[in-house]
């Protein structure tokens, strides 16, 4: 299992480090720890990186593995970290269908980054999701909580401009 890292360097505190150590400390000898210790130390952290899953790793003495598998499976963990702007770009069927890829492809290019990365300044990080609800707007952008509907990739360089 070849474990993917960020491009972005790990830069844990020492303040994060003491925090995530005693949640599992806390939650070391609970049934079914490994779940909610992970979910705190997102929380910690704004996301799991390989270095945060070895510490559990190491204080659970539960194989590596197996805390990457479950950080991979799991839609609600990150291995990579979310930048100030959050950057989602719907590709549901509707958005998808009126030009959502090209938006999609557009992003990369213009932020320098690929679909679930984040610029090295932690300014922007981009995703892809599924249906948000917003069909009558296809296709659809957000930028934190901002939607953008009805848009193109020709709109995407005036969109990011307001968040620089």
């Known amino acids: 299992m070849a474990m993917k890292q960020s491009t972005i360097p790990f830069a844990g505190t020492t303040q994060q480090h003491e925090e995530l150590l005693k949640v599992i400390a806390e939650h070391k000898d609970d049934k079914g720890a490994l779940m909610p210790i992970m979910q705190k130390a997102q ?8 270095e ?3 510490i559990i790793s190491n204080e659970l003495a539960i194989p590596m593995e197996k805390v ?3 950080a991979t499976f799991y839609s609600q963990f990150s291995l990579n ?3 100030k702007y959050r950057v989602s770009v719907c590709l549901g069927t509707a958005c998808y269908v009126k030009g959502a890829g090209d ?3 557009k992003l990369k290019e213009q932020l ?4 679930g990365e984040c610029t090295e300044d932690r300014k922007f990080s981009l995703e892809a ?11 659809v952008i957000t930028v934190n909580e901002d939607v953008y509907g009805k ?3 020709n709109d995407v360089a005036s969109i990011l401009k307001k968040y620089e």
């Open 81 to 83: 970290p979310k930048g």
């Open 112 to 115: 320098g980054i690929d679909d």
């Open 43 to 50: 929380d910690i952290y704004g996301y799991l990186p390989i």
């Open 151 to 153: 848009i193109t990739a």
């Open 129 to 139: 999701c599924r249906c948000i609800g917003a069909c009558g707007l296809a296709p």
């Open 52 to 54: 945060v899953q070895s």
């Open 68 to 70: 990457y598998g479950i």
């Open 103 to 105: 938006i999609m492809d």
